[in-house]
């Protein structure tokens, strides 16, 4: 168990819809990233948030968008859901300052099906 | 971030060690290599990193070469359990506050046999 909770599991739902997926970092971690895995793209970095505040951005979609919360966990926001949004999104969450330096903790992932 | 090269598959015999070999040799000088894994859909699993020294941990050791443009993970005694897609990843350790999103390449598919 690596700490992160991310909910749903999974999610299916239709095209032109709209869906939120959470994720809860590990206690005490301040970076919480997202990262989405289709079949035919690989591991996606989408969007990386510290303490509240956007800190990197990739191939994130217009119809994506992100927060973190006062209490430090993370929504994904998706809309207009198209087919090819069918993937594993999963978020990950970083160990504070010092040693070791970046070593990201990811969550289960939720399952995400456009049907 | 420094490019990394990996083959795309290996076997291991299971009790055997296995030795996952990684290039990167364009990696500059502060640059870290990272190794996760992946079994089956589930989240990136941490592995172990390094900079220049060779590190061993619990799970695997790590071996850079001295001019660091290639490394190589063994797992000393492989198991069914270990059986995943290995990634080596090669980045600045920025600290919590910059920009941290890993770069995930194709990686290297382990399959351990009975």
């Known amino acids: 168990d690596s700490g992160v909770t991310q909910t749903p599991k999974h999610l299916i739902t239709a095209t032109g819809q709209r869906v939120t997926l959470r994720c809860s970092p590990r206690s005490g971690d301040l970076s919480v990233y997202w990262y989405q895995q289709s079949l035919d793209q690989g591991l996606q970095f989408l969007i990386q948030?510290?303490?509240?505040?956007?800190?990197a951005k990739g191939n994130i979609l217009e119809r994506f968008s992100a927060q973190q919360f006062p209490d430090l966990h993370s929504e994904l926001n998706l809309s207009s859901l198209e087919l090819g949004d069918s993937a594993l999104y999963f978020c990950?969450?970083?160990?504070?300052?010092?040693?070791?330096?970046?070593?990201?903790?990811f969550g289960a992932g939720t399952r995400l099906s456009v049907l | 971030d420094a490019k990394t090269t990996q083959p795309p598959s290996m076997d291991c015999a299971e009790g055997r060690a296995a030795n996952l070999p990684c290039n990167h040799s364009?990696?500059?000088?502060?640059?870290?290599v990272y190794w996760y894994r992946q079994i089956h859909s589930q989240g990136p699993q941490y592995i172990i990193h390094?900079?220049?020294n060779n590190e061993t941990n619990e799970m695997a050791s790590l071996i850079i070469t001295e001019d660091r443009k290639s490394s190589t993970l063994i797992l000393p005694h492989a198991t069914l359990r270990d059986t995943a897609v290995y990634y080596c990843i090669v980045r600045v350790a920025t600290g919590q506050t910059g920009a941290n999103n890993l770069f995930f390449g194709t990686g290297t598919r382990l399959t351990v046999i009975p």
């Open positions: 990950a969450s970083s160990l504070g300052t010092g040693q070791p330096k970046n070593i990201q903790y």
């Open positions: 364009t990696i500059s000088g502060n640059e870290y």
């Open positions: 390094g900079l220049k």
């Open positions: 948030y510290y303490n509240g505040e956007e800190r």
